[in-house]
């Protein structure tokens, strides 16, 4: 057997050639269970990386690209400063929808006016519903101590609910002939997220995702906040020395990554998804855990892996239409993607020795 | 007489080596059945890497050990055990969540049940005069105690071989002599103990034999009584010691005042402090004892600002603080540096530049509008690198690449560095070499010739001796009140300390 | 005797039955967490060991085969959090997320074509003599084996942690990793075997939803019993009876509820079924109230890895 060595400094090779390495192995892995599922394994794998970027419909697809990626690397982004600072939000998926719910019910309660401030004000609306929903765990976390993963996961649930209430009760569409959801928002100009450039699939929130990326990677490299969330979740007894408030700092961490997500539900449900559904949220809540650590926590890293990730979801939606691959054979693979990167990351800060290589001098 | 006695253990060319350390090269040695044999060195010698071997933890790379005449190479601490080897350990072999008759089980092969072994902890403890509770919480007991713990887990399996680590390093004077008097007990009784320490004194009123290791290798063989305690430490060392000059300053008004301070300790199984007062003048350097876990890194916390108190328990040149954080108190004029460096007083992982931001960036000015100023934090850090000679590729490198002297050199640098009127340091040499521990030392007492009042909190009185103006002793959370440190005697220090913990009723039987 | 609709003696049997699939994870779960790991998993190990469970007792026709295969699926899962977290150091709370999302795509893969299928029943253990007795008989007689198989596991697992040399391990080392280093112990091994075991109680856990609770195979069966579980553990102190009083507590609350929607109460069906999640919640607050910095039971060395560097 191997034995594993701590490295004096992190290896700066390994940080970011583990992404890269971890992506190889899950096609590698992938490609064994597609083979084992009857599908030719390079032709699925070309259907998922290649063609939505090249193939032959790829002047729709490429937009495709940035309307999933735009949500995740939102979501992601936030998350990423909580792992950061141990801080574990994994109920991104709640404040989500809970920023949907809000955004869209400013909305449709002003119906059918017309008026430029009001989608400004469903933005906010929606990133106020994503911090709420962030601040119970946040809140209950800093007063009574308790888990935040747990109770920011209990409140997907809870949020799911809402949400089922909210598409079949309080934002019904009032003429939708008893269907449930709420009014599409596709035909209501004011309160609608449309594409400012349709070829790219550039709509709002791939505008704030990609402005955030930026401004998260100046606020951990260049601002004290950065510093001290870094701080606190390497070594958290000397954040406390350094003059670092836990409380804030969750208070702050959760506060952002639930305001984030929160605008991430509101412009999915304003723009791509249209309206207020029982299930027009999609997962993206927990995938954009998987691209936070894709990305390395790093936000210029969670782009590039937002685009990734979304590129596993238009492939697999084509491979699914074309080659029949279960849409369930896309979840394991993303699910892979995590494990690989998990374990190859070992080898930022350990390297491996053979017992018979011992360096002696 | 030592001569006389058959051999009992035997190292033979020892060589341990890891990546880009040699822990041990080609180390030889012997021990006879009931000598006292110390293994002496200063830290990083190599003196726990090759305890570790014998026990069982390491593998040597090459060379052998005969144990009765017979070749020895446990593979793994039980089989260490088994053949009559056992080892009290410096730190981390206790639960402080378990009882001490699990503690013991844990450290046994074939431990009888419960209730049994419980009795034959009563009967052991008291037949070598330590008394113990078998049913107590090991995280409620005193330091002096909790060593008890390990050795009578120790005499319960008849140990041919008894491998004591630093095992004074936690005692009072008077619960050394009582743990000597134990050790000269089985001594005469047949059973050999390795005693490793750097305690020059220690070892010559105990050991019979003693090898001397510097940088892995065995630089001497001697008997500890023929020689003096400078000739083994220059063998040690390898270098004569300076002893640290003392620059004569004026002693100014009170720049510290801690008054009734009383905190409950965030720590679990900690100290809670209970109305400490004291004060510091500029210029003056209190000194404050006491064995580990009476309230050092309590009253730490308490003065760095990580725990806060009623705003005029604490005061920086008059200014009430205690309700102040550490951003705030390092405004005023006070900076800290904690023991554990690994975590608290620095980020393991983070760039030394970083670390010097840690606790810097307030006094430096190293932020405008919240964003920080890396080039002249990185400036800084080279300062501190350059002005401590602190030995490192360059200010890059994680904190954890340095050695624990470097490193510690490094963090009292920038404390030291920020020009601030208050200083409190606990454990300023912990675990570092002597000529490194010879240099901090140096610099403290330069900054208290300055007009800086410093504390130093230590567990080591040698350097208290050496360095304070005025003495104090923290025990069970309270601290005795401050004396000149001049003339005080060992006894004395002792009696402050709070004598021989739990050891009143021995105490009696013994005298 | 019925209040309002629900006959209490009804709701005590059925809510131990509802209980069993948390308890046993919840069970699992101590265990690992005693020995100082955290395995956030527990909810993709049930939901493969419902998935594998379900698939074994159609194939076999064999019930009992189908817990076994429900425990060896939830055990092979959860040796890839134990790979990673004890031979790659990886971290143990992203590890756990993963092997949740994992977990739920790999069923949802693995189940396509059991959908609509009833798999062989577990029937009750004792005769019916027993089980038709008054009050008694629903409750402590009624049951299939494994409601007293999961009673049994509490009480054993008591004995274990309390009064055992391996229990007596398992706790060193999950109070202090170093101090059992020390000693000899090869923590990572025993904690590997500790986190098999837990997978293998949370895949017997999510076995008994697809074979005894629903019984049939739906994607995403588990439906958060294994966050519950993980709750149950804190809210019981990592203490195996009080285990099963959360488990039986929270099996009450689900089986309430539902007996509330089905007799039509007036407070709506979305709010009664948000309740279950809202009572956990509050059970974790009270529970980590007032605890701040204070000795609660839980392992010291908890969620943290162990290299022994020299």
């Known amino acids: 057997m191997f034995r594993l060595e701590k490295r004096p400094t992190p290896s700066k090779f390994w940080l970011y050639a583990t992404p890269p390495v971890a992506v190889i192995l899950t096609m590698i892995a992938g490609g064994i269970l597609f083979a084992a599922m009857g599908k030719n394994p390079f032709e699925v794998i070309r259907t998922i990386f290649w063609d939505p970027v090249f193939g032959e419909f790829a002047f729709y697809l490429r937009g495709q690209l940035l309307v999933k990626a735009g949500p995740l690397i939102l979501i992601a982004i936030g998350l990423a400063l909580g792992f950061r600072a141990g801080i574990w939000n994994i109920g991104a998926e709640g404040q989500y929808i809970m920023g949907a719910i809000f955004g869209a019910a400013v909305g449709l309660a002003v119906f059918p006016t017309e008026n430029r401030l009001i989608f400004p004000v469903m933005v906010i609306a929606g990133a106020f519903g994503g911090w709420l929903w962030a601040m119970i765990p946040a809140i209950l976390k800093t007063r009574f101590n308790t888990n935040e993963i747990l109770v920011s996961l209990m409140l997907v649930y809870v949020a799911e609910t809402i949400l089922a209430k909210a598409s079949t009760g309080f934002l019904k569409n009032p003429e939708g002939m008893g269907f449930p959801g709420s009014r599409n928002f596709s035909s209501y100009p004011a309160a609608q997220n449309g594409f400012i450039y349709e070829p790219l699939g550039l709509h709002w929130g791939g505008v704030a995702a990609l402005v955030t990326g930026v401004l998260a990677y100046i606020l951990l490299t260049r601002h004290q906040a950065g510093f001290q969330i870094k701080l606190a979740g390497q070594a958290p007894r000397a954040a406390r020395f350094h003059g670092v408030s836990p409380a804030r700092l969750v208070v702050l961490c959760m506060g952002i990554s639930g305001a ?12 791509p998804a249209g309206q207020i559904s029982i299930d027009f949220n999609t997962g993206y809540g927990f995938t954009a855990i998987i691209v936070a650590f894709l990305g390395r926590l790093n936000p210029l890293g969670i782009v590039l892996a937002g685009f990734l990730m979304a590129l596993t979801y ?26 690989f990167l998990l374990a190859v990351d070992v080898l930022t800060n350990y390297r491996f020795r053979l017992p018979f290589s011992v360096g002696a001098k | ?5 058959p051999e009992l253990l035997r190292v033979e060319g020892i060589t341990k080596a890891y990546p880009g350390v040699v822990a041990n090269s080609d180390v030889s040695f012997a021990i006879s059945e009931g000598e006292i044999h110390a293994l002496l060195g200063e830290n990083g010698a190599g003196k726990s890497t090759m305890v570790k071997m014998i026990y069982g933890l390491v593998r040597p790379d090459t060379g052998t050990m005969t144990l009765r005449g017979a070749a020895y190479q446990p593979a793994k601490p039980a089989e260490a055990r088994r053949l009559g080897v056992a080892m009290v350990f410096q730190h981390f072999s206790l639960f402080e969540a378990l009882n001490v008759a699990e503690n013991v089980a844990l450290g046994m092969e074939n431990p009888p049940p419960m209730r049994e072994l419980a009795a034959r902890i009563r009967a052991v403890s008291e037949e070598y005069g330590l008394p113990l509770d078998p049913s107590r919480m090991v995280g409620d007991l005193s330091a002096g105690e909790r060593q008890r713990v390990e050795i009578i887990r120790c005499l319960l399996q008849d140990p041919k071989l008894l491998i004591m680590d630093e095992p004074t390093s936690v005692l009072t004077p008077q619960e050394v002599e009582i743990l000597f008097k134990t050790l000269r007990q089985l001594s005469s009784e047949g059973t050999a103990i390795l005693y490793i320490s750097h305690k020059l004194e220690e070892i010559k009123s105990l050991c019979d034999e003693a090898t001397i290791l510097r940088r892995g290798k065995v630089v001497a063989t001697c008997t500890p009584r023929e020689r ?46 209970k109305g400490v007062s004291f004060t510091v003048a500029k210029g003056e350097v209190l000194g404050i004892a006491g064995v580990a876990g009476n309230g050092q890194d309590e009253l730490l916390l308490a003065l760095s600002g990580e725990l806060k108190a009623a705003a005029d328990k604490v005061r920086v040149a008059g200014n009430a603080v205690g309700d102040l954080g550490p951003v705030e108190r390092r405004k005023a004029g006070l900076v800290a540096a904690p ?15 970083e670390n010097a931001f840690l606790t810097a960036g307030v006094r430096k000015g190293l932020t405008k509008n919240g964003f920080v100023d890396w080039a002249g934090t990185r400036a800084f850090a080279e300062e501190i690198i350059k002005a401590y000679d602190v030995r490192t590729p360059g200010p890059d490198v994680a904190a954890r690449a340095l050695s624990g002297g470097n490193l510690q050199k490094f963090l009292m640098g920038r404390e030291l560095m920020q020009g601030a009127a208050v200083i409190v340091i606990n454990q300023p040499t912990w675990g570092v070499d002597a000529a490194a521990a010879a240099q901090i030392r140096q610099s403290i007492l330069d900054r208290a010739g300055e007009g800086a009042a410093v504390v130093v909190i230590s567990q080591d009185l040698d350097e208290l001796l050496e360095v304070s103006d005025t003495f104090a002793v923290l025990n069970e959370g309270r601290l005795t009140k401050p004396r000149p440190t001049e003339g005080l005697t060992m006894d004395e220090i002792g009696l402050m300390m709070g004598g021989a913990h739990g050891m009143e009723v021995a105490h009696h039987v013994q005298a | 005797m019925d209040l309002g609709g629900i006959n209490p003696v009804i709701l005590i049997a059925t809510l131990m039955a509802s209980a069993v699939p948390i308890l046993l994870a919840a069970l699992g779960e101590t265990v690992v967490e005693r020995a100082g790991v955290l395995n956030l998993g527990v909810e993709g190990m049930m939901v493969i060991g419902a998935l594998g469970g379900f698939i074994v007792a159609v194939q076999t026709g064999s019930p009992v085969m189908g817990f076994i295969g429900g425990a060896v699926a939830g055990a092979v899962l959860s040796l890839i959090f134990a790979a990673l977290t004890q031979v790659f150091l990886a971290n143990q709370v992203a590890t756990g997320l993963a092997l949740t999302l994992f977990g739920l795509g790999v069923s949802s893969l693995g ?14 253990l004792l005769p019916d003599v027993l089980a038709d007795l008054p009050v008694v008989g629903p409750i402590l007689f009624g049951h299939d084996w494994v409601v007293y198989f999961s009673i049994l596991m509490t009480a054993v697992l008591w004995w274990v942690l309390k009064s055992t ?18 000693l000899g112990y090869k923590v990572n091994r025993i904690r590997l075997m500790c986190i098999a075991f837990g997978g293998a109680m949370a895949g017997m856990g999510g076995a008994y939803v697809s074979l005894a609770r629903v019984p049939q195979w739906v994607d995403g069966i588990t439906a958060g019993a294994g966050w519950i579980a993980l709750a149950i553990v804190v809210f019981a102190s990592w203490k195996p009876w009080r285990v099963l009083i959360g488990a039986y507590l929270f099996g009450g609350i689900t089986v309430l509820q539902l007996n509330l929607q089905v007799a039509g109460s007036i407070i709506p069906v979305e709010y009664l079924s948000m309740a279950p999640y809202l009572i956990t919640i509050l059970v974790l607050v009270i529970m980590s109230a007032g605890r701040k910095g204070k000795v609660n039971g839980a392992p010291a060395a908890l969620g943290q890895n162990f290299h022994a560097s020299r």
Not at chain 2, 339 to 353: I, K
């Open chain 1, 260 to 271: 984030l997500a929160g605008l991430a539900g509101l412009f999915e449900v304003t723009g």
């Open chain 1, 314 to 339: 238009v492939g697999g939606e084509m491979a699914s239409t074309n080659l029949g691959l279960p849409d369930a054979a896309i979840q394991v693979f993303q699910g892979m993607l995590l494990f």
């Open chain 2, 1 to 5: 007489m030592t001569t006389t006695r």
């Open chain 2, 228 to 273: 003096t305690a400078r000739e083994m430490a220059e063998l040690m060392v390898g270098t004569a010691l300076k002893t640290p000059e003392r620059r004569q300053g004026q002693k100014g008004e009170v720049a510290l005042g801690v008054s009734d301070l009383s905190a409950a300790s965030p720590i679990p199984f900690g100290t809670s402090l």
């Open chain 2, 339 to 353: 023991e554990d460096r690994y975590g608290h007083a620095a980020a393991p992982d983070m760039s030394l530049v």
């Open chain 3, 111 to 124: 189940g396509q074509g059991y959908n609509g299928i009833k798999p062989p029943p577990t029937g009750q």
């Open chain 3, 165 to 182: 040399r391996i229990g007596l391990i398992i706790r060193a080392v999950g109070e202090s990793h170093e101090a059992a280093h020390a």
